[in-house]
């Protein structure tokens, strides 16, 4: 079945720094790729997505690109702020044929001091 | 953003006890989706629906039930609650031909 392994946390930044959180799938078909941020106390949001191999999704600085090769798309971001503290998970869709359900990595909780 | 609510938002109750959450959405979205939220484990999926009156489960779905009367209401039941349904749960939406889901808020359940 399908899966999606990210990288362990906790991660802690000094704000300015440079992010990334690296996640890996695997997928019987040609998933969607997504990454969903969790602030503490609330549910889930998009960040961004990609549908196909190369695209890049980009939101709030944000960015991953859909590599088909590695089966990977990582998150990164050039210059973290305090605001960008959050839990970040990085998921799958196969679309209708699977009622659009997602699969999810476990999560990783990003800390950034000021 | 979907309007997604879920009630209550907090619930303590005792082991043994049924428990009922509702999801309600205003998108008139098809698809609707439980999830429960624990440390270590991420989100996992309790049970689904697709439609009005059909559901399946999900990788999560023993002790639970579900049922969807309407479009835009998807009631999550633990017929007799236990301490390992400890959890925050939350409900999201989609639409057909969008991958994307909208999140509720969550509802932080508490069985002691």
């Known amino acids: 079945g399908d899966s999606v392994t990210q990288m362990e946390g906790p991660v802690t930044l000094s704000e300015e720094a440079f992010l990334t959180i690296n996640c890996t799938y695997t997928?019987?078909?040609?998933?969607?790729l997504f990454w969903y941020v969790q602030y503490p106390g609330e549910g889930l949001q998009l960040l961004l997505k990609a549908t196909k191999a190369d695209d890049k999704g980009s939101n709030k600085g944000f960015e991953a690109t859909y590599r088909k090769e590695t089966t990977s798309f990582h998150l990164e971001k050039g210059s973290v702020q305090v605001s960008d503290s959050a839990v970040y998970f990085c998921?799958?869709?196969?679309?209708?044929?699977?009622?659009?359900?997602?699969?999810f990595g476990k999560g990783t909780l990003l800390t950034v001091n000021p | 953003d979907a309007g997604i609510t879920q009630s209550p938002r907090h619930k303590v109750t005792e082991t043994g006890t049924p428990v009922t959450l509702r999801c309600h959405q205003t998108?008139?979205?098809?698809?609707m989706y439980w999830y429960r939220q624990d440390p270590g484990h991420g989100l996992r999926l309790i049970h689904y629906s697709y439609g009005v009156k059909d559901t399946d489960k999900g990788e999560v779905s023993d002790g639970y039930s579900v049922s969807r009367s309407k479009t835009e209401d998807f009631l999550l039941t633990l017929e007799s609650a236990t301490s390992s349904q400890t959890s925050v749960y939350f409900c999201?939406?989609?639409?057909?031909?969008?991958?994307?889901?909208?999140f509720g808020p969550g509802t932080r359940l508490t069985v002691t």
């Open positions: 998108e008139n979205h098809r698809y």
């Open positions: 998921a799958l869709s196969e679309g209708g044929g699977s009622n659009y359900k997602l699969t």
């Open positions: 999201a939406t989609a639409s057909a031909g969008n991958y994307e889901q909208y």
């Open positions: 997928a019987t078909g040609y998933p969607s």
